[in-house]
C-alpha cells in the first residue's frame, strides 16, 4: 500500500486552498482524544472502586497509582516504535491505521473484561500500544497534505487541532464520570471504544484523498549512527573516554533491572533507559568531533543540537510527573472531599482542557501584551519555560496545604481545587507548547523527528519518577522518617512534589543563561 511519488503527486491539493481531506483527520482527531481521555480520566477511580477491590482497601489509591502511571508511561514510550515502523517501512497512513486496529481492540478489552484482571491490564497494554504507536504520526501526517502552495494555512489547522483536543477531552472528561457512576464500568469504557472506532473508520474514509507520503530510505547520517560512530572511531594516540562512559550506563543500566522486585519491571526497564540515554548521550558529547570526518558538518552539529536540547527535556520531566497526577492523586483527594452528590472526583478533570481553550488566547491577547508594556521581554521561549516550570510547584504546595486540612478533620469543598488546577494548567501552556516551538527552533531538519520522539519520552521519564518515589514511601524505614515529620505519606509525597517542581525550575533558570540559541527555521521563499 505504499504510494509512489506519481501517486502523491496526482492527489497533491489545489493551489493555495485548504485540503479537501483535513476535515477527515480533524473529526478522526476529535474523536480519538475523546476515546482516550475518556477511559484515561475515569481509570483511577474504577480501579479503586471496582478492580481491585480484592486489595485492603488503604492499599488501593497506591496500586491505582502504580496502574495509572505504568500505563501513562506506555503511552508515550510507544511512540518510538510507531514513528520507526512509519519511516522506515509503511508510511504515516499505514502504520496509523493499523496501531488504530490495535487501539480499537484495546478499548474492546476493557468494556468486556471490566471484571477480569488480567482482561483488563491486557486492555490497558493494547490502548498504549496503539496510542502510543500513533502519536508521533498524525500530527506529522497533517503536515504532509501541505505544499509550499498552501503551507499559510496550516496554522489555522494546527490551531484547530490543539482546539479540538481540549474539546473532546473537556467533554469526556465531564460525562465519562458520570456513565461510570450510573452505568458501571462496562458501558463507561465501552462509549469511548465506540469512539476510537469511528474515528478509524472517518480515517479509513479519507484514504483516497490524502497526499501519502512513501517511508523514508535509511539515513546513513542519522542521529543513531553519527552517536555510533562518536563512540567507536579510534584516534591514534587517544583513548576513548566516552565509549568507557557509555559501557558504565550500560552495565548500571542492567543493574537497575535487580530492582524490579522491589519497583517493579516497567519501573525498572524505564530506569535503565534513562541511564542508556544520559551515559550514552554525554559518552556521545565527549567524542563528537570524532563523527564530523565521516557524517559531515550538518549531521554532527545536528546531533549536538539533540544532545543539548536533551538537558532542556530532561529539566522539563518533573513537570509530567506533578501534571499526569491531576488523574490519580488529585482525583484521590477529591474523593475526600465535599461536593454535591451528582459530581464525581473525575469530573474536576475538564477544567484543564477548558482553562487551556480560555488562557491561550487570554494569554496572547491581554496578559502578554500587558506584561510587555511593563517592560518584561514575552518572546524568549526559555525565560516563559523557567516561570512556567514554578507554576506546578505553587500547585502543589496548594495541594498539599489542602491536605494537611483535609487530614486534620475539617471538611473541604472540592471547588479549593480549582485553584491548583488554574496553576497547573498556566503552568502546561508556558511549559509545554513552547517547548513545541523551541524545540523546533533548535532542531535541524534532519533531526526534528528524532527530537519529538525524545520530547515524548520525557513524559514516560516524568511517570517514572512517580513510580519510584510510590515505591520508596513503602519501605518502612522511609515510612518511620515521614511519621516524625508529623504529616502523612500522601501530604510529604505532594510536598516532595512541589519541591521537586521548584528545584527543577531554579536549574532549568541556570541551564538557559548558559544555553546558545540557534534558529533552524527554513528560509523563506523569497530568500
Same mark, same amino acid.
Given at each position: ?352 482542557? $477548558? %482553562? /487551556?481553550?480560555? #488562557?491561550?488566547?487570554?494569554?496572547? =491577547?491581554?496578559? +502578554?501584551? &500587558? ?129 521537586? $517542581? %521548584? /528545584?527543577?525550575? #531554579?536549574?532549568?533558570?541556570?541551564? =538557559?543563561?548558559? +544555553?546558545? &540559541? ?10
Amino acid at each position: 500500500m505504499t504510494a509512489t511519488r506519481e501517486a502523491v503527486l496526482t492527489v497533491a491539493p489545489a493551489s493555495g486552498s485548504m485540503p479537501r481531506q483535513i476535515p477527515f483527520i480533524i473529526a478522526t482527531e476529535g474523536c480519538e482524544r475523546f476515546s482516550f481521555y475518556g477511559m484515561r480520566n475515569i481509570l483511577t477511580s474504577f480501579l479503586v472502586s471496582s478492580l481491585l477491590l480484592y486489595l485492603p482497601a488503604a492499599d488501593r489509591p497506591s496500586v491505582a497509582k502504580e496502574v495509572f502511571h505504568s500505563f501513562v508511561i506506555g503511552v508515550y514510550f510507544f511512540p518510538l516504535l510507531g514513528g520507526w515502523l512509519s519511516d522506515r517501512f509503511f508510511g504515516k497512513y499505514n502504520t496509523t491505521l493499523w496501531f488504530s486496529l490495535i487501539y480499537c481492540a484495546g478499548h474492546a478489552c476493557l468494556a468486556a473484561f471490566d471484571d477480569n484482571r488480567t482482561g483488563f491490564y491486557t486492555g490497558l497494554f493494547l490502548i498504549a500500544l496503539g496510542s502510543g504507536g500513533i502519536k508521533p504520526l498524525v500530527t506529522a501526517f497533517v503536515g504532509d497534505q501541505f505544499d509550499k502552495t498552501n503551507k499559510h494555512r496550516a496554522k489555522v489547522v494546527y490551531d484547530a487541532f490543539y482546539w479540538i483536543i481540549n474539546f473532546g477531552s473537556f467533554f469526556a472528561s465531564f460525562f465519562m464520570p458520570i456513565f461510570l457512576r450510573h452505568f458501571g464500568g462496562s458501558v463507561a469504557f465501552g462509549i469511548p471504544g465506540v469512539l476510537m472506532f469511528v474515528a478509524t473508520v472517518v480515517f479509513f474514509a479519507g484514504r483516497k484523498r490524502y497526499v501519502i507520503c512513501p517511508p523514508s530510505p535509511p539515513n546513513p547520517d542519522s542521529f543513531l549512527n553519527v552517536v555510533g560512530t562518536a563512540l567507536l572511531a579510534r584516534v591514534p594516540g587517544q583513548s576513548r573516554p566516552g565509549l568507557i562512559l557509555a559501557v558504565i550506563g550500560a552495565l548500571l543500566a542492567l543493574g537497575s533491572l535487580a530492582l524490579l522486585p522491589e519497583i517493579g519491571f516497567i519501573a525498572s526497564f524505564c530506569l535503565a533507559l534513562v541511564l542508556v540515554m544520559g551515559f550514552f548521550g554525554s559518552g556521545a558529547w565527549m567524542q563528537l568531533e570524532r563523527a564530523r570526518a565521516k557524517h559531515g558538518d550538518e549531521a554532527t552539529e545536528g546531533v549536538r543540537a539533540v544532545l543539548r536540547l536533551l538537558v532542556v527535556f530532561a529539566l522539563v520531566t518533573p513537570f509530567w510527573s506533578l501534571f499526569d497526577q491531576k488523574a490519580s492523586t488529585w482525583i484521590l483527594q477529591a474523593d475526600k472531599m465535599t461536593k454535591p452528590d451528582w459530581f464525581q472526583s473525575s469530573q474536576m478533570q475538564a477544567l484543564n482542557p $477548558a %482553562l /487551556v481553550m480560555i #488562557l491561550i488566547p487570554f494569554n496572547n =491577547a491581554v496578559l +502578554y501584551p &500587558l506584561v510587555r508594556r511593563a517592560g518584561y521581554d514575552t518572546s524568549s521561549a526559555l525565560r516563559r519555560m523557567t516561570v512556567g516550570l514554578v507554576f506546578p510547584g505553587i500547585a502543589w504546595i496548594i495541594v498539599g496545604a489542602t491536605q494537611l486540612v483535609i487530614e486534620s478533620g475539617v471538611p473541604v469543598s472540592i471547588t479549593w481545587q480549582m485553584l491548583p488546577y488554574a496553576f497547573l494548567t498556566f503552568g502546561e501552556i508556558l511549559v509545554v507548547a513552547t517547548a513545541y516551538e523551541f524545540s523546533y527552533s533548535q532542531a535541524p531538519a534532519s533531526m526534528k523527528g528524532v527530537l519529538m520522539a525524545f520530547f515524548l519520552l520525557t513524559t514516560t521519564v516524568g511517570n517514572l519518577w512517580v513510580l519510584l518515589v510510590n515505591a520508596s514511601v513503602k519501605s518502612d524505614a522511609v515510612t518511620a522518617r515521614i511519621a516524625s515529620t508529623g504529616v502523612s505519606v500522601t501530604a510529604f509525597q505532594m510536598f516532595f512534589f512541589a519541591g521537586f $517542581a %521548584l /528545584v527543577s525550575a #531554579l536549574a532549568f533558570a541556570l541551564y =538557559a543563561r548558559s +544555553y546558545d &540559541l540557534t534558529d533552524h527555521y527554513r528560509a523563506s521563499e523569497a530568500a
